[in-house]
Every structure is written in C-alpha cells, then in structure tokens.
C-alpha cells in the first residue's frame, strides 16, 4: 500500500480527556472550533491563511464578539478536521488510500485551495491520487470503497468517476503487462468442483487475475466497473461471465446451498437483478446452471417478467448443460404445484425454436447452394446430440414432477410432446416417467392414459423396461399387447441389440389395434377394451398367445408377414372372446340374460374378468376355455 506524508514538524496535538483538543504552545489558543461534540482550542492565523471557509466563518464571529465556530457538517467529521488542522500547522500528517478521500472532502469543505496559498492541501492530494493511489490496483479499490460515507461530494468531486476508470482500466490490461499483486486464492465454484484452491503466481497470470478483488466492491460500485470494462470492449465475454458468477456466489450466500431461503434472497434483490442485467450477450459466456440460479432466485423474489423473459432466453440457447436438479424450480407461493413446470416449458421451446429458426433460414436461401451450406454450419443450429441431452434431461425431469400429486396429466403432457420430435434410441426415461406419474394419479382418464402412453415407442423400450412394462397393471392393454409383440419379434429376428424392421403388416395391424371389426360391429366397446389394464388373467393368456409367434431367421419376409398378421388376429379373438365370456359370466352370475349384458355391456375388461366368483372360475376355468377358442379361430 502506497502511503504519503505531509509536513516536517512533529505532532502537537494533545487532548485533556474531555474531548477537548489543543496544540501545545506557547501562545494561548484565540479560537474555538467545534466539530460533532469535540472542541478544538486553535489559533487564528495558521488557519485562516490555508482555509476560506474558516475565513468567512471568523469574519462573521468577529463582528458579533464571538470567539468560537461550529463546523460539525464537515465530511470526515473531527478526524479528517484534526488532519486538515495539522497540516496548517506544518505538522506532520500521513495519507493513504484509507484516509485521503475523507481529507480531500474536508478539505474541500475548508476551501483549502489553490488561491489562497501555493501548494495547499487539495492540491497535494490531487497529486498523491493521480501518481499513486490510481496508479496502484489494489488502493484504487480502497478509495473507491471509502466515497461511499461522502457521497454526494465524493460524486461532484470525481473521486468515484476516477477510481471506476483506473480499475476498469488495470483490468482490461494485457495479462503479459500484469506486475501488480493481485487476489486469486478463491475456491473452486460448486459446479467446477475439481481440485483444491488455486493460487496465481507472477508467470502465469490467468486472463480473471481481477475477479476475485472486485467482489469486495457494493454491488452499485461494481455495476459502474463492469459496464466500464464491457464499454471498452476488450475482454470477452466469458471473462466477464466468469466475474459475475464470482460475485454472485461470494454476495450471495443461498447460492452456495442446496435449497434456496427465500428471506437471504430478499436482501439481495438488488444484487440478483442487477447480475441479471449485467449478462454478457455472448452465448455460453456464463454456465447454464449460474443462469438457472438467477432464475430461481427470481422466480422466488417474484421479479418482473422482463428478467424472467430474458432469462428462459439464455438458458434455452445452452439448454443441453442442464441437469434434472437444476431445472426443479420452486413456483411462487400461489401455485399449488411443487415446481414451476410452465416456467421449464418455455425454456424448451426457447431451445426448439433455435432448430425451427434454421430451418425457416435454410429454406429461404434454397438458390444459392453454397450459402445454405455455410448456414447448415451456423451454430444456432442445434446438433443431433445437443436435442439428445435435452431429451434425456426432459424425461427425467418428467418422471421427477410426475411424483407431484397436483401435477395435471395436461401439463405433464404438454411438456412431453414439446420434446417428442427428438428421436432417441431409447425411451426408457419416458417409460419410467409415464408409469410413475400413473401410479401418483390413480384418477386419470382413459383418454388421458391413452395420449399420455402414445408418447412412448415400444420398439425402443430395453429388455428390463419391456419385462416391467409387461407385468404393469397400470398400463393399457394396448401397450402391453404391443410390448410382448415388440418383444418377441425382437427376440426372434435378432440377437436383442437392436430392433429389426417390422414386417408391413405387423405394422399395420399394431397400428390398427384400437379398432376391431368394421364399424358395424363393436368399435366403441373395442376401444374400451384396449384402453383398459390388463387382468392377470388375460395377462397369461396373451403371453401364451403371442409367445406362439417364433420367428425363424432363415424363414423369409413374406412367412414372417403372415405369420404377424395372423398373431394379431389371435390377439384381438383373445380381446374378444374375453369380453363374450365376462358376459356370459356375469349373466349368469345375476340369473338372468338380457339384464346382466346390458349392465356389463360398458363395462371394462379388467371388471368383468374380476367379477367372477372362486366357484365358476373352477368350472369355467376361463384361461383354458380363452386359449381354446383363440386356437380355433
């Protein structure tokens, strides 16, 4: 720290322990100076001569007899008095990034100027700041910290304006002209957990060498430096991402906890808002989980729409860099959900629309080949793995809010049919959604089921999933039909580490399983049956069923065709015959015909199988009696 001294005689000033304060002299004290309840026994003429505000004061004391001023409204108060009376005095003083905006304020105030005497204390001062302090990275740091106590003056006299401006400076220097001393021992930030603290040597001066000393600066000094530093346009903007994440996390204590507390983040709203604000507008120039912090402290502090908007925006550009933690954000206290979900939902399709932007560019341009080739290249345009990672992230971020007992089936469909696009070799994740969010909401609707369980593909389920899909009894027994058929085709036609190409017709009968017969016969009961879950029952049967269809690779196209074709005509018999003996068992469970099938006429397929008695399944026993007539039709 740089340090100046003022004066040559030795220090005078005693004090009598009554806040009264004198020079040991010979002569007897002519005037009194009161500043904030001390009194200061002085002598007129080394004063008057260096201060025109005492001039003025004493002039008017005179002429009404009176020997004594007040002067409390001094900035400094009686410290920076007694240095400025010291310094009249020719006594030695001592001034360094700590005191000397107090004294040049007072001194100011004094009027301790150039035209009253040469070499006064104001220009002295002026002198030390602009060859030391400015000069100095660190004490340029301590005097812009000290301005605040004297604001308005410090403001008027520049003092803040010419600390921003020599900071802003030092930090845009070329790193290789860095021989300063400077902080950087400050710990790893949580998501760059690697390593222990590093500290920065003389050689190897890293291109946020200043980062970690600015985070002292109150959050409107350090706004002021930061536009300065962008204004000169020579750092990048990742550099001043870096700078932000730093102060964020040193000011703001939740940011290093797990939960956020909503009272440590109302203290620093200002902070929060102002980080927001100061974002560089360079993509990926700060960490999308630094972006996800600021937005859930937003959320809480129920910030502008504005901040919020800006926000989804840049976190949708750099979405694929967020995890399931990251994106679980607590909604304000009016939302009955635990976690904002319409929120994520628009910085989804932030991140989708990054992909329809380029395309709607590409087709513009569709004359001129070799600029839609340099377009394709743009990196707005999304990567097959960048959708791939936001897809994964989405379908477990689906099966995390599906353990919420207020989530709408609406909302958690919604959101996964933003992402339903995106191809994925596996859809395991949105299996495992789908089927907690049914075992949380035992109340969904069939038609809710069914649009819920139509986001899912079969054909890419794993052996695990399709063994637990198929003994799922929450799942519809379309799925599960086309589960064990995906299965055992994949099984029979493969080694089981890739799905083999469906033969047409199995595609198309799969495709048409929810309508059976011609529209004359029982398509509305046909629906239901398929869109109910699966009895254990007609669960065995099926695997019988559909276990038949061994498929032999040396066997050709056409013979796995029919083969299909006619498996999943045994399916739907099997559906059929079904609902015909709950019928007929029901019927006679009531003795009576016409009354026990117009009951059960509407009536699911799990019911009826479910209402037979212990008795009349050991003389039906309807498993054989199922797999007899399936095998003759």
């Known amino acids: 720290m740089k340090f100046m001294k003022i004066g040559s005689k030795p220090d005078s000033f005693k004090t009598d322990g009554n806040n009264v304060r004198y020079v040991e002299n010979e002569l007897a004290s002519d005037i009194t100076i009161n500043v904030e309840g001390s009194r200061f026994c002085l002598h007129k003429f080394p004063l008057l001569s260096k201060c025109a505000c005492l001039q003025k004061l004493l002039s008017s004391a005179d002429k009404n007899n009176v020997d004594e001023v007040d002067i409390s409204s001094i900035p400094g108060g009686a410290t920076a008095f007694e240095t400025c009376a010291k310094f009249c005095y020719g006594m030695t003083v001592t001034l360094s990034a700590y005191n000397v905006v107090a004294t040049r304020c007072a001194a100011e105030y004094l009027g301790m100027n150039e035209t009253l005497e040469k070499g006064n204390l104001i220009y002295k001062i002026d002198v030390f700041l602009n060859s030391s302090l400015f000069r100095s990275w660190k004490d340029s740091i301590i005097v812009l910290q000290t301005t605040k106590p004297y604001l308005p003056l410090s403001e008027d006299l520049k003092l803040i304006s010419l600390c921003i401006d020599a900071i802003a400076s030092k930090a845009c220097v070329d790193v290789s002209h860095v021989e300063w001393s400077y902080t950087y021992n400050r710990k790893k930030l949580p998501e760059e957990n690697i390593g222990p603290d590093q500290v920065k040597t003389r050689g190897e001066v890293p291109n946020d060498w200043w980062v970690e000393d600015l985070c002292e600066l109150e959050i409107d000094f350090y706004k002021r430096v930061i536009i300065n530093i962008k204004t000169k346009g020579i750092l990048g903007g990742e550099v001043i991402g870096e700078a932000l994440k730093a102060y964020g996390y040193r000011r703001l204590s939740s940011f290093n906890k797990v939960v956020m507390e909503q009272g440590d983040l109302v203290k620093h709203k200002t902070v929060i808002e102002t980080l927001v604000w100061l974002l560089p507008a360079e993509k990926n120039s700060v960490s999308c989980g630094f972006l996800l912090k600021l937005l ?89 793995a960048s959708k791939l990672m936001v897809a994964k992230v989405i379908d477990s971020y689906l099966a995390e809010i599906a353990k919420d007992p207020n989530l709408s089936a609406y909302t958690f469909i919604d959101l996964a049919e933003i992402v339903s696009s995106i191809s994925r070799p596996a859809h395991d994740g949105l299996y495992r959604a789908i089927d907690t969010y049914l075992k949380e909401h035992g109340g969904i609707t069939k038609g809710e089921k069914k649009r819920m369980c139509k986001l899912m593909d079969c054909r890419k389920l794993s052996v695990e999933a399709c063994m637990h899909a198929v003994q799922n009894d929450r799942l519809p027994l379309r799925v599960v039909v086309q589960v064990l058929f995906f299965e055992q085709v994949r099984a029979a036609a493969s080694s089981g580490s890739s799905t083999p190409d469906l033969p047409k017709g199995m595609m198309r009968e799969l495709r048409n399983c929810e309508t059976y017969g011609s529209a004359r016969s029982v398509p509305t009961v046909m629906e239901d049956e398929w869109d109910a879950v699966a009895t254990e029952e007609e669960m065995r049967a099926l695997k019988r069923e559909i276990a038949a269809l061994k498929l032999q690779e040396e066997s050709g196209r056409k013979s796995m065709d029919r083969a299909a074709v006619t498996t999943m005509s045994r399916v739907k018999s099997l559906i059929k015959s079904k609902k015909i003996f709950g019928k007929k068992l029901q019927s006679q469970s009531k003795g009576g015909g016409g009354g026990g099938e117009k009951n059960n006429g509407g009536s699911d397929s799990s019911g009826s199988l479910g209402s037979v008695t212990e008795e009349g399944a050991k003389t039906a026993t309807p498993s054989r009696n199922l797999t007899r007539r399936v095998s003759v039709s």
């Open 296 to 384: 859930k402290a937003v959320t809480m502090l129920n910030s502008g729409e504005m901040v919020k908007e800006q926000l989804v925006r840049r976190i949708g550009q750099q979405l694929e860099e967020a995890s399931v933690a990251e994106l679980l954000i607590k909604p304000n206290q009016e939302s009955e959900t635990l976690y904002d979900v319409d929120l994520v939902k628009k910085i989804v399709v932030e991140f989708m629309a990054r992909d329809q932007n380029s395309e709607i560019e590409i087709q513009d341009d569709d004359d001129d080949d070799d600029e839609v080739e340099e377009i394709k290249k743009f990196p707005g345009i999304l990567s097959e």
